[in-house]
Each structure stands twice: as structure tokens, then as C-alpha cells.
């Protein structure tokens, strides 16, 4: 996809009318351009610029709020063609913020930089108890398990369900957390595989785990 | 108990005002400073302290009594206002703040704003434990009250996500909240004063770990300009995050105050804002308060002093598994005086 192309999908992804981002998707499927490179090249791409942007404090939530809506629009429209070619992911991604915490806007812009990105993503929701997150591991096998907290207090509860996935399994997933009272420190402490201080970091991690395992 | 040379608050209000120095600079606190360790000495525990006005007002003075801070501060919740507008709150445990279950607004038309509001008992719990603070340590201690602002108010009205989002895709309803809700912050403030508050903390978070400057000024900053008119009396911003890009907005809203975090470099922002309104903060909770050592807190204490900041206090309610050791070294490292 050409530069210009690509503009257009990120043009489309800032817009505040869902109609655009529809029109496009349409577009290029009239004029035949792959599914597969739609998807990858033009909304990938452009939620990948729209990820640095707000890395870089160009924009702020409310966009990556806008993106990510208009974003799950245009998969919406492109879904029958990505059915036809069977579009592999980059990778299966669990996520959920752990017992006692409620907050999941950290979380959801998580999910939304990683589909963004080409991962398909598991949301095990906000408050979920260790054992949900060792049966949803056993049943949907991720790479990278994601955990989230935004109050002090679930922190130890992160603690412990890092502590129990190895355990519990002889090929366990990565590992990444994040959320407001999270440190890199903290993650060092409780030996999990990453932290993340903001959802585009978590991208860059899980990319650079799945690498170090040979997968992408 | 330390020799006086300055009550608390004259001390308090002083700083406040960015008047003359004193003995030391003041310890206040625009947030919660309750942690489990000092439910456990009063006996008073949450949830009962965010519901009953004798709990609060005791559990408050705590801060004064046995933290040694120049000031109380009784509502130590964000979800005061959400469950008198009709969120179902969940007022938590000791281990646990309260917080709104649900969003019951999708359209401006679903916002119902009771007219006995002040009466409903999650407001008046707040004025009656000042009342009674005013009473009991009104001359001595600064008491300081706490509304949230129409921006916070809609986060628990709509969901922050919705609310964030129709930033862009409906500003109109955004503005059309925020316009109805501002009669909130003013009359729960009013009656905070009347109460007895010498000053009335407005939290709205529109913080910049969310929104950019141009989002505070092109929605929000009419409508702060207006509140401060329409309230009179003294009054501190807090918005927590990020916020070094809009000090200057804050400014040109008139406040008296803002609580700000440590994220906010205390040298540039005493820079930035010139003496034109004054800082109350910034002793980080995640690494220092909550996560650090009484030295790691007497550091960045003397580090805010020497920048020039004018009330210290937490950035933020620290969390509930605060130590006490942490929160007095705030108040010990503000004794060795300038």
C-alpha cells in the first residue's frame, strides 16, 4: 500500500464520523486490493501511527478512543473477506485486570493497541480471580498474558497469579503487567516477564517476547 | 506538641495565599490521608466513615491529631456527588475505596439533579462532619472541604470511556453536561462554606494522562472561570497526572490553588506559575509515600521546599496501605523549617 493510501486509512481512523472509515474499507475492497493487506497495511498501519502519536503526546485518549472505534468498524466491514484468506494472528493474547480491581481504561487500551497491532486478544474483563486466569490459560494457550491493576491494594494480588502460572503449567505463557502503582521494580521483584508503563510499551513488548521465543 | 509559633491554620491559610512565611511551611492535605494503620489507631474504619458525619469528622481529624497536618479534610471519597445523582455505589472496605457501579447517563435527558440535593445523605454527611469540625477545631486547624467537578462527575454519570470519547463525536452533549452538572460543584461548594470550610477543593480530572490542554481549555475552562465566580470563597484545583502542559490554564481559572502531583516538576511548575496561584503538593504516593522509606519522603520533602512550593501535601489520596511513619515524615521534614 502506498504511503498516500495508508494516510488516507489514518485519516479516516481520526475521523469522528464512522461513515468514513466505511467508505474506504469498501473502496478498496471494490478495487480488489487483498484483504489481508487492508487489514495489515491500511488499518494496522494507521492505528500503529496513531500509537506513536500518542506516545509522543500528540494525541490523547479521547483519539485513541475514536481510532478504536472506527478501527473495529472497518474490520467489521472487512470480516467476510479476512474469512475467505484465513488471516493468521500475530499472536493469542490473554488479558484482565486482576481480583479486586474494577478499572479497566488502562486495560482497554491495552486491547485496543494489541488488536491494533495484529494480536488476537482474549479480555477476561476486570476482578478476575487467579483461578479464571489459570482455566482461561489452559483452555485458550496464549503467548503473553497480560495482567492489570490500577490500585495498590491488587498489586499483591498481581503478585500472586504470577506466581501461579508457572506453576500450573509446563510451557507457560509470557507474562507482562502494567497499571498505575506498577513499577518496573515491582515487576523485577515479582519475576514477571515485562512491564509495561503504557499500552504502546506493551505492543513493543510483547513483539520483542514473542521474537526472543522465535515467533515473529 | 510543638511549640506554635504560627497556629496550623494561619500557618494553612497563609500558604495558601502565598503570604508570609512563618515558622515553616504548612502540611495540608487536599486528598484523603487515611491508611488502614490509621483506621486501626482511631477505630474508625471505612465504609462507615464515608456515611456517617461523627465517623468522618473523627476519622479526619486523625490527620491533625496523630499525623500532626495542618489541616482536615473530611470527605475522603470521590463518589459523594455519583450516588446522590443516582450511580449505585459500592462504598468499598477498609482495604477498599468506594467507587460508582454504575453509569446511568447515555443522554443528556437522563440526568436528573434532585432538588433537595444537599439533603440526600451522601452530601450531607460531608456538611455535617464539617459543621463539627468547624466547631471543634475551626480556630486552630484548617478545614478544608472537597467537591468533584462537572468533568469528574460526568466520568461517574457516563463512564469514562463514553464520556471521553463524545469528546469528539458529540462536544455538544459533552458541554450540555457539563453546563447542568456545574450547578452541583457550586451549590454542594456554597454549602461547604456555610458549613464552615476555609477553603473547598474542586477535583476535576481532566487530568493529561487522558486529555490534552486544548481539551481543559475549550470545554472546561469557561466553566471553572464561572464556578469560581459563582462560589467566592477560596478554592484549590486537583487534578492528578501529568498536568506540567496546562498550569498556565489553571491559572487563568482563577483558582487559589493546585494540588499536583510529583510527576509535575515542582521547580518548573513554581517557574511556570509565578506566584499568580499557589502549589499545594507534590510528595509522590507510588514511589515515596506508599513504596518508599520516611528518608525517600524527607528527600523529595525538602526537594518541594526548595523549589519554592507553597503548602506541601501527598499529590494525590495516598493508598490505603500507607504507612504513618511515611505520612509524618512529611510533617517532620517541614519542622526543620525554610
Not at chain 1, 170 to 199: L, M, Q
Not at chain 2, 172 to 194: G, H, P, S
Request: aromatic share 6%.
Amino acid at each position: 500500500m502506498f504511503q498516500e493510501e495508508i494516510q488516507r486509512y489514518y485519516e479516516a481512523l481520526r475521523e469522528p464520523k464512522i461513515n468514513k472509515i466505511e467508505e474506504l474499507v469498501r473502496e478498496f475492497i471494490e478495487k480488489h486490493v487483498s484483504s489481508v493487506v487492508i487489514l495489515n497495511e491500511g488499518l494496522i498501519g494507521a492505528m500503529g501511527i496513531i500509537g506513536q502519536e500518542f506516545k509522543a503526546s500528540k494525541l490523547w485518549v479521547p483519539e485513541v478512543l475514536l481510532a478504536a472505534r472506527n478501527m473495529h468498524r472497518g474490520i467489521e466491514i472487512l470480516k467476510p473477506e479476512l474469512l475467505k484468506n484465513n488471516v493468521p494472528s500475530k499472536g493469542k493474547f490473554l488479558i484482565g485486570t486482576v481480583k479486586g480491581d474494577i478499572h479497566d481504561i488502562g486495560k482497554n487500551l491495552v486491547i485496543m493497541m494489541m488488536t491494533g497491532a495484529g494480536y488476537q486478544v482474549i479480555d477476561l474483563g476486570i476482578d478476575v480471580p487467579q483461578e479464571r486466569f489459570l482455566e482461561a490459560i489452559d483452555k485458550e494457550r496464549p503467548d503473553i498474558v497480560g495482567l492489570s491493576a490500577l490500585l495498590t491494594t491488587t498489586m499483591l494480588e498481581m503478585k500472586e497469579v504470577v506466581k501461579s502460572i508457572p506453576k500450573n503449567f509446563s510451557s507457560p505463557p509470557k507474562i507482562i503487567i502494567g497499571g498505575a502503582p506498577v513499577t518496573r521494580k515491582f515487576s523485577e521483584e515479582i519475576a514477571a516477564d515485562g512491564y509495561g508503563e503504557d499500552a504502546i510499551r506493551a505492543v513493543e513488548l510483547a513483539d520483542q517476547l514473542l521474537m526472543s521465543k522465535g515467533m515473529i | 506538641m510543638e511549640h506554635h509559633l504560627s497556629s496550623p491554620k494561619r500557618r494553612f491559610l497563609s500558604g495558601l495565599f502565598g503570604g508570609r512565611k512563618g515558622d515553616r511551611i504548612s502540611v495540608a492535605n487536599p486528598t484523603s490521608i487515611v491508611s488502614v494503620e490509621l483506621m486501626e489507631k482511631t477505630g474508625i474504619f471505612f465504609p462507615d466513615a464515608h456515611l456517617d458525619p461523627i465517623k468522618m469528622a473523627e476519622l479526619a481529624a486523625a490527620g491533625y491529631e496523630i499525623l500532626g497536618f495542618d489541616s482536615i479534610m473530611p470527605e475522603f471519597s470521590v463518589q459523594q456527588e455519583a450516588e446522590a445523582l443516582g450511580c449505585v455505589v459500592d462504598w468499598g472496605s477498609p482495604s477498599m475505596m468506594p467507587d460508582a457501579k454504575t453509569h446511568p447517563v447515555k443522554e443528556v435527558s437522563q440526568l436528573h439533579i434532585p432538588e433537595n440535593l444537599l439533603e440526600k445523605p451522601s452530601i450531607r454527611v460531608v456538611l455535617q462532619a464539617l459543621e463539627l469540625l468547624r466547631k471543634n477545631y475551626g480556630n486552630q486547624v484548617g478545614i478544608i472541604g472537597k467537591v468533584m467537578g462537572p468533568w469528574t462527575i460526568s466520568y461517574h454519570m457516563c463512564g469514562v470511556q463514553e464520556f471521553l470519547l463524545w469528546t469528539l463525536i458529540d462536544p455538544d452533549k459533552v458541554r450540555a453536561l457539563l453546563d447542568r452538572l456545574k450547578e452541583v460543584t457550586i451549590a454542594f461548594a456554597n454549602a461547604q462554606f456555610k458549613a464552615g470550610a476555609d477553603v473547598v477543593v474542586i477535583a476535576d480530572h481532566a487530568t493529561g494522562d487522558l486529555v490534552s490542554p486544548k481539551t481543559y481549555q475549550d470545554f472546561l475552562l469557561p466553566v471553572h472561570q464561572e464556578i469560581i465566580q459563582r462560589i467566592g470563597g477560596p478554592t484549590i484545583l486537583h487534578i492528578c497526572g501529568n498536568c506540567s502542559d496546562r498550569l498556565r490554564l489553571f491559572v487563568e481559572a482563577g483558582f487559589d490553588g493546585y494540588h499536583f502531583e510529583w510527576q509535575v516538576d515542582a521547580k518548573m511548575a513554581v517557574q511556570t506559575v509565578n506566584h499568580e496561584m499557589s502549589l499545594v503538593g507534590n510528595i509522590s504516593n507510588k514511589n515515596v509515600l506508599f513504596g518508599g522509606t520516611p528518608e525517600d519522603v524527607y528527600k523529595q520533602t525538602r526537594y518541594s521546599i526548595e523549589a519554592g512550593v507553597d503548602v506541601l501535601a501527598p499529590e494525590c489520596a495516598v493508598p490505603l496501605q500507607t504507612p504513618i511513619a511515611n505520612l509524618k515524615a512529611i510533617v517532620e521534614a517541614a519542622r526543620q523549617g525554610w
